[in-house]
C-alpha cells in the first residue's frame, strides 16, 4: 500500500498532505515493544450481509463469524469493533441462535461464550450490528475503514461511491472482526445496493439477486484465506472492461468517462502477472484480479486480495507524460508479497511493502529496460536517504509508537533497494528460488523475516545472518568515502574506502571495475572495515577504477574521481549511475572544457531520463540557460532546439522548451508554434508558455484554443497567461475553471488566480474573486490553507491600493477577519 507522497504545491499546502509527506520523520526508538499479536482464537470464515444507508452513512451489518481456539482451550472472544452499535451476540448451533453476553467500549468486544471450547472444535456466532464510520471522532483520514463519498449527490462533478480501506487495522471499522495481519479467513459478503450500481469485492461475484425494492443483492465469495484488513467492498456507477490470464479474469473498474481507457491504464496487468509468475515459480494464486479506481481516495492504492484500489485515473492524452509507472505492478506483486503470505506483525511489514518496492524494480527492469530500473533505484535511495531520521529505524522495527509509523521510506524504500541488494549478492537464480521456497513454504500463512532469510539460505546454500543482521535488524547505512592513489614504481592501484557513519560497521561485498589498457577487469572484493584498502596490480595506470560497479549499495558515496575520470566513465561505464554520477559532476564545472563534454554528449544520451538531467543541468546555473558559459550554451543549442522539436520523450521534449523559453528569442517563435499540435498536455503548457514569453498578445490567442481540453501545467499556463495579459475579458473563464476544478487544481492555480484579482478593472470580478479566496481559507482552515490565503489576499491588497481601490482593501480586511475568526 502507498500511503504517503511528496507533493511540491503553489499556494498553500494542506495539512493532511503535509501529514503523509513528512510521515517518514522517524523519532528516537522507543522502549515499547510491539510483540506479535497473540492467537488465542483463529478466524475460520467470515460471513457479511451488509446495507447502506446513504442518507445516515451507516452500514447496517449481519456478520456469523466461525472461529477455533489456535491451542489453548478458551471460553471467551475478544473482537475489533471500532464506532459501532452493537445489536446483539448469539452463538449459532443446529441453526438455532442462543444469545451470548458481551462487553463493548466502542474499540474492543469482549464476548462470553456459551461453553469451553478447544482447538479441534470449531463455533460459530452471529453478530447484529451497525457501523458509523463518519461518527467517530479523532480519526486518522485513513483510519475510518468505510468511506460514503457524496452519498447525497450535492457535490457537483462527483460520483457517489462507497468503497474501504482495511490497512492496517481499519476494516474492523466496517465488520467485527479480529483485527490482526496473522490472522487468515475465507469469507462471503453480500451487498445488498441500489440496482443501478456496480458492486466489487474480494473472490468471485457467486449470485445477484435482483430485489422488489429497487435494489439488488450481490454475494461475493473469498475461498482462499486472506487476512481481514485485505478485504475490501466498493459500490458506484463504474465501467467494467475485461481481459484475462490463462483463463482468470482480469477486470478493471472505472468511471464511465473514463472506461475507454482502461487498457491505456492497466493493459499491462496481463502481462505483469505473468512475468512475475515465472520469477517467484508461484502462478498467480488467486482466482481473479480486479482493478477498481474510486474518488477520494485515502492513500495512494491498496493491495486488497483479488481487487486492488486505487486513487488516481487518467485519459490516455494524460498517460502521454507518464513514464514507467510501477503503482499498478507494486500492489500487484502484493499479491504475491503481503495477501499469498501475510507480515505477521507490523514490525515485519517490510515482507510486504519492501517486496512491493522490488516488484516496481523488476518490473520496470523486465518492460523498459535496465536504465529505467536503475533510475528508480537510484530516486528511492534518495528519498530514502534524503530524510535524516530514516538512519535510526531498522527494517524489522519491533519499536514504533503508532502502526502508522511503520510506513516509511525506511520499510518501502530502503527495504526494496536492500533486497534488490541481496538479489544481486545471490545472483537472479539462486534469489528467485528462494522467493519459492518463501511463498510455498508460508502459503496462506503470515511470515517474519527469518523465514526469508531460511528460505534465502535454503536456496543458496549460504549462511546470511550477517545480512539479515546489518540490513533488517539494524538501522542505518555506510556513509563512504573513495579515493584513489597510483604506485608508478610497483604498477599498483589503491583504492581507499572509509565508513564515515557513527554506529555500525558494515560488512560490504561489492564489485570494482578496473579500466586498464582498452581493457575492464572486474574485482569481487569484501569491505569488512571502518578503513579499508584495497590494492590491485596492473600492467598500467588505470584509466578508471569504478567502485560499487554494479551500483547496487544501500550507501551514501562520496567519490573522489577527477574529472577526466568521469569524462572516461560516462562514455564507457554501461550503467545509468555511472552517467549520471558524470552528469552531476559536470554540472559543478560547467566552465570547463571537458565537463561541457559531458553535458552535451548527454543531450543525445539512449535514456530520456538523462537527457532530461542535462537539460536540468544547463537551467541550474542562476536558474536558466542564459546564464551559463556561452561556449557551452554555443555548443548544447542546436541540440536543444532539435530536442524540443522531436524528442520521443514529451518530457524531455516539454523540458527542452521550457529551456528555450528563457531566452525569450523571436527566432524559436515557430518551434514553439509546432509544438502546440502536439498530443501531450505537457508539451502544449511548455510550447505556450514559450510564446507568452517572446509575444504575450498571441499567447491569449492561442491559449483560447485550449480552453476545453486542459489539465495541470497546461491550466496554470493559460491562468498564466490570462492573468497577466486577459483582463477582465478572460475572468469569467479563469473564475470558472478555478472553482470547478478539483482541490489539487485549485491549490496550484491559487497564487496565479490570485495575482489576476489584483489586476482587474471591473470590480464585480474583484469582489467575487476575494469571496472566493475567503471560501478557500475558511473551509480549509484545519489543514493549514489560512496562512496562505491570507498571504495572497493582503498581495491583492497591496495592489489595489496603488489604484485607490479602497472598497476592495475593506473587503479584503473583512475577508481576513472572517477567516481568522472561523472555526
Excluded at 484 to 489: A, K, L, P, R, T
Excluded at 619 to 643: F, G, H, Q, T, V
Excluded at 697 to 706: E, P, Q, S, T
Aim: net charge neutral; aromatic share 12%; with cysteine.
Amino acid at each position: 500500500m502507498k500511503i504517503f507522497r511528496v507533493f511540491l504545491l503553489s499556494g498553500f499546502i494542506l495539512l493532511t498532505i503535509f501529514h503523509h509527506s513528512f510521515a517518514q520523520e522517524r523519532k528516537p526508538v522507543q522502549s515499547t515493544y510491539r510483540e506479535t499479536s497473540p492467537r488465542i482464537n483463529d478466524l475460520i470464515h467470515t460471513k457479511l450481509d451488509v446495507r447502506f444507508d446513504y442518507k445516515k452513512r451507516y452500514l447496517y451489518g449481519k456478520e456469523w463469524i466461525t472461529l477455533k481456539p489456535h491451542f489453548y482451550s478458551t471460553d471467551t472472544l475478544r473482537l475489533d469493533a471500532k464506532g459501532m452499535d452493537i445489536h446483539l451476540i448469539d452463538i449459532v448451533k443446529k441453526g438455532k441462535l442462543s444469545p451470548l453476553k458481551f462487553k463493548y467500549d466502542s474499540l474492543t468486544l469482549n464476548i462470553w461464550l456459551d461453553k469451553t471450547y478447544t482447538r479441534s472444535e470449531t463455533y460459530t456466532i452471529f453478530i447484529d450490528y451497525t457501523a458509523k464510520p463518519d461518527e467517530r471522532r479523532g480519526l486518522r483520514k485513513n483510519e475510518k475503514g468505510l468511506y460514503f463519498i457524496n452519498p447525497d449527490g450535492t457535490e457537483k462533478n462527483k460520483p457517489t461511491e462507497i468503497w474501504t480501506e482495511g490497512e492496517p487495522e481499519s476494516s474492523s471499522g466496517w465488520f467485527p472482526t479480529i483485527d490482526k495481519p496473522n490472522q487468515k479467513t475465507t469469507s462471503e459478503i453480500s451487498m445488498t445496493v441500489p440496482a443501478k450500481y456496480v458492486t466489487l469485492s474480494n473472490g468471485r461475484l457467486a449470485l445477484q439477486k435482483t430485489n422488489a425494492d429497487g435494489t439488488r443483492t450481490d454475494t461475493w465469495k473469498m475461498e482462499l484465506p486472506n487476512a481481514p484488513y485485505l478485504f475490501m467492498m466498493a459500490v458506484g456507477d463504474f465501467k467494467i472492461y475485461k481481459d484475462q490470464w490463462h483463463g482468470k479474469e482480469v477486470s478493471y473498474y472505472l468511471e464511465p468517462k473514463y472506461a475507454p481507457y482502461a487498457k491505456d491504464m492497466f493493459g499491462d496487468v496481463p502481462e505483469a502477472i505473468g512475468f512475475f509468475s515465472k520469477i517467484t515459480g508461484v502462478d498467480y494464486p488467486w482466482n481473479k484480479y480486479s482493478a477498481i479506481v474510486v474518488r477520494d481516495y485515502v492513500s495512494g492504492a491498496m493491495e486488497n486480495t483479488t481487487a486492488n484500489v486505487f486513487g488516481s485515473q487518467n485519459t490516455r492524452k494524460e498517460l502521454l507524460d507518464q513514464y514507467y509507472t510501477t503503482g499498478v505492478e507494486h500492489e500487484l506483486f502484493h499479491q504475491w508479497f503481503g495477501d499469498y503470505v501475510t507480515c505477521e506483525s507490523w514490525s515485519n511489514l517490510t515482507l510486504n511493502e519492501s517486496f512491493a518496492d522490488l516488484g516496481e524494480i523488476l518490473w520496470l527492469e523486465h518492460k523498459y529496460g535496465k536504465d529505467a530500473a536503475d533510475e528508480h533505484l537510484y530516486n528511492g535511495l534518495q528519498g530514502y536517504l534524503g530524510n535524516a531520521g530514516n538512519h535510526m529505524t531498522p527494517l524489522v522495527n519491533f519499536h514504533y509508537q503508532a502502526i502508522h509509523d511503520a510506513f516509511n521510506g525506511v520499510t518501502y524504500q530502503k527495504g526494496g533497494r536492500v533486497l534488490n541488494m541481496l538479489r544481486n549478492y545471490l545472483g537472479n537464480a539462486a534469489f528467485y528460488k528462494g522467493l519459492n521456497i518463501y511463498l510455498t513454504s508460508n502459503a496462506f500463512k503470515s511470515a517474519e523475516a527469518q523465514q526469508l532469510r531460511l528460505a534465502m539460505e535454503d536456496a543458496s546454500g549460504l549462511d546470511l545472518n550477517w545480512f539479515f543482521d546489518q540490513w533488517y535488524y539494524g538501522a542505518g547505512h555506510p556513509v563512504l568515502d573513495i579515493s584513489y592513489s597510483w604506485d608508478e614504481n610497483t604498477k599498483t592501484a589503491f583504492v581507499y574506502l572509509v565508513q564515515k557513519q557513527d554506529g555500525r560497521i558494515f560488512k560490504l561485498p561489492m564489485a570494482i571495475d578496473i579500466y586498464v589498457d582498452g581493457k575492464t577487469e572486474q574485482h569481487q572484493v569484501w569491505v569488512n572495515e571502518k578503513s579499508d584498502t584495497l590494492s590491485f596490480r596492473l600492467p598500467s595506470k588505470p584509466t578508471l577504477v569504478n567502485v560499487d560497479a554494479d551500483k547496487v549499495l544501500v550507501a551514501q558515496k562520496n567519490d573522489h574521481k577527477t574529472l577526466d575520470e568521469y569524462v572516461f566513465q560516462y562514455a564507457n561505464a554501461p550503467l545509468y549511475l555511472d552517467r549520471f554520477e558524470a552528469i552531476e559532476f559536470a554540472s559543478k564545472n560547467q566552465d570547463d572544457k571537458s565537463a561541457q563534454k559531458i553535458l552535451v554528449a548527454a543531450l543525445n544520451d539512449r535514456f530520456s531520463g538523462l537527457r532530461m538531467r542535462a537539460l536540468q543541468a544547463l537551467n541550474s546555473n542562476k536558474e536558466d540557460i542564459r546564464n551559463i558559459n556561452k561556449d557551452l550554451r554555443d555548443a548544447a543549442m542546436p541540440r536543444i532546439i532539435e530536442l524540443a522539436g522531436r524528442d520521443s520523450n514529451t518530457l524531455v521534449r516539454a523540458s527542452a522548451l521550457r529551456t528555450l523559453a528563457a531566452l525569450k528569442d523571436p527566432a524559436n517563435l515557430d518551434v514553439f508554434k509546432k509544438a502546440l499540435i502536439s498530443p501531450s498536455y505537457q508539451v502544449e503548457a511548455s510550447a505556450l508558455y514559450g510564446i507568452n514569453e517572446i509575444d504575450p498578445a498571441i499567447a491569449v490567442k492561442y491559449a483560447k484554443d485550449f480552453e476545453g481540453d486542459n489539465v495541470g501545467d497546461l491550466t496554470q499556463v493559460i491562468v498564466r497567461v490570462y492573468a497577466s495579459n486577459g483582463g477582465d475579458a478572460k475572468w469569467p473563464y479563469v473564475y470558472q475553471r478555478y472553482v470547478n476544478g478539483t482541490l489539487q487544481e485549485q491549490i496550484h492555480l491559487t497564487e496565479k488566480f490570485s495575482g489576476m484579482i489584483a489586476g482587474l478593472k471591473n470590480q464585480q470580478y474583484v469582489r467575487q474573486g476575494i469571496a472566493t479566496l475567503k471560501f478557500m481559507g475558511i473551509t480549509y482552515k484545519k489543514d493549514g490553507a489560512a496562512p496562505y490565503i491570507i498571504k495572497y489576499l493582503n498581495g491583492i491588497k497591496e495592489e489595489r491600493n496603488k489604484i485607490n481601490d479602497l472598497a476592495s482593501s475593506q473587503d479584503i480586511e473583512e475577508a481576513i477577519e472572517q477567516i481568522n475568526n472561523a472555526k
